[in-house]
C-alpha cells in the first residue's frame, strides 16, 4: 500500500523498530507484531504486516520507535480493499432482502388479484348458470302450456265433430226411416186434428178409395 510505503520512506533514520497495534478501538488494541527497521523489502513487509493481522478487516496502526522505545511517528490503516468488500457484501446483502421483500409484496399483492379474479368468475359463472337454468324452465313451462293447449284444442274440435257427426247420423236415420201407419195411428192423428175428417171429404179420390173399401 501506498500509504504504508511513504510512512517508511519517511521514518527517521534512528528508528530501532516498528510495532503493529490492531483494534477498531484505542481500548481493543493489542500488538500483533514488531518489525526491525530499516526495513529491506517494502512489498515483503506489507505482507508480513496484513499476515499478523487477527482479522483482515481490522484497523490497525503502525508504530515506529528508536532504540530507547520512544514514538518517532505512528499512522494508523484501514484496510481499504477489505472495507470495500465489506461494504460491497453489505449493499449485495441489503439489495438482496429488499428485493426478497418487494418480491413477497408484489406475491401478496397477485395473490389478492388472483383471488379476487377467481371469485369474480365464480360469482359470473354462477349468474351464468343460474339464468341458464331459469330459461330452460322458462322454456320448458312454455312448451308445457302450449302443448296442453294445443292437446285441449285438439280435444274441443274432436268433440265437436263428434258431436256434429252424429247429430248428422241422427238426422240422416230420420229421415231415412219411413213412418208405420196403423189404424191405432190413424185414430190418434183424427183426434188430435178433427178438422182432418173435413179435409179428406173434400178429396173426391180419397172418398173413392174409402168408398170402394167400405164396398168390398
Same mark, same amino acid.
Given at each position: 500500500?501506498?500509504?504504508?510505503?511513504?510512512?517508511?520512506?519517511?521514518?527517521?533514520t534512528?528508528?530501532?523498530?516498528?510495532?503493529?497495534?490492531?483494534?477498531?478501538t484505542?481500548?481493543e488494541?493489542t500488538?500483533?507484531?514488531?518489525?526491525?527497521?530499516p526495513?529491506?523489502?517494502?512489498? @515483503?513487509? %506489507?505482507? *508480513?504486516?496484513?499476515?499478523?493481522l487477527?482479522?483482515d478487516?481490522? $484497523?490497525?496502526? !503502525?508504530?515506529?520507535?528508536?532504540?530507547k522505545?520512544?514514538q518517532?511517528?505512528a499512522?494508523?490503516?484501514?484496510?481499504?480493499?477489505?472495507?470495500?468488500?465489506?461494504?460491497?457484501?453489505?449493499?449485495?446483502v441489503?439489495?438482496?432482502?429488499?428485493?426478497?421483500?418487494?418480491?413477497?409484496?408484489?406475491?401478496?399483492?397477485?395473490a389478492?388479484?388472483?383471488?379476487?379474479?377467481?371469485e369474480?368468475?365464480?360469482?359470473v359463472?354462477?349468474?351464468?348458470?343460474?339464468?341458464?337454468? @331459469?330459461? %330452460?324452465? *322458462?322454456d320448458l313451462?312454455?312448451?308445457t302450456?302450449?302443448?296442453? $293447449?294445443?292437446? !285441449?284444442?285438439?280435444?274441443?274440435?274432436?268433440?265437436?265433430k263428434?258431436?256434429?257427426?252424429?247429430l248428422?247420423?241422427?238426422?240422416l236415420?230420420?229421415?231415412?226411416?219411413q213412418?208405420?201407419?196403423?189404424?191405432?195411428?190413424?185414430?190418434?192423428?183424427?183426434?188430435?186434428?178433427p178438422?182432418?175428417?173435413?179435409?179428406?171429404m173434400?178429396d173426391?179420390?180419397?172418398v173413392?178409395?174409402i168408398?170402394?173399401?167400405?164396398?168390398?
Amino acid at each position: 500500500m501506498q500509504k504504508i510505503e511513504r510512512f517508511i520512506e519517511r521514518l527517521p533514520t534512528d528508528t530501532s523498530s516498528i510495532v503493529m497495534r490492531a483494534g477498531n478501538t484505542r481500548q481493543e488494541e493489542t500488538i500483533c507484531g514488531k518489525y526491525s527497521f530499516p526495513v529491506e523489502d517494502i512489498t @515483503e513487509f %506489507i505482507d *508480513s504486516v496484513f499476515d499478523d493481522l487477527p482479522e483482515d478487516n481490522t $484497523k490497525f496502526r !503502525l508504530i515506529a520507535l528508536d532504540d530507547k522505545g520512544r514514538q518517532h511517528k505512528a499512522i494508523t490503516i484501514i484496510p481499504p480493499q477489505q472495507t470495500t468488500q465489506g461494504s460491497e457484501l453489505q449493499i449485495m446483502v441489503q439489495g438482496f432482502l429488499s428485493m426478497v421483500q418487494e418480491n413477497r409484496r408484489v406475491m401478496s399483492v397477485l395473490a389478492g388479484v388472483i383471488e379476487d379474479r377467481e371469485e369474480t368468475l365464480e360469482y359470473v359463472l354462477h349468474n351464468l348458470i343460474q339464468t341458464k337454468e @331459469e330459461q %330452460i324452465e *322458462s322454456d320448458l313451462a312454455i312448451g308445457t302450456l302450449e302443448m296442453e $293447449k294445443s292437446l !285441449l284444442q285438439e280435444a274441443q274440435e274432436a268433440s265437436v265433430k263428434e258431436k256434429a257427426l252424429n247429430l248428422a247420423e241422427s238426422a240422416l236415420a230420420k229421415m231415412m226411416t219411413q213412418p208405420q201407419i196403423t189404424a191405432d195411428s190413424l185414430k190418434a192423428l183424427v183426434k188430435q186434428n178433427p178438422s182432418i175428417i173435413d179435409e179428406i171429404m173434400k178429396d173426391e179420390e180419397l172418398v173413392s178409395l174409402i168408398g170402394d173399401r167400405l164396398l168390398k
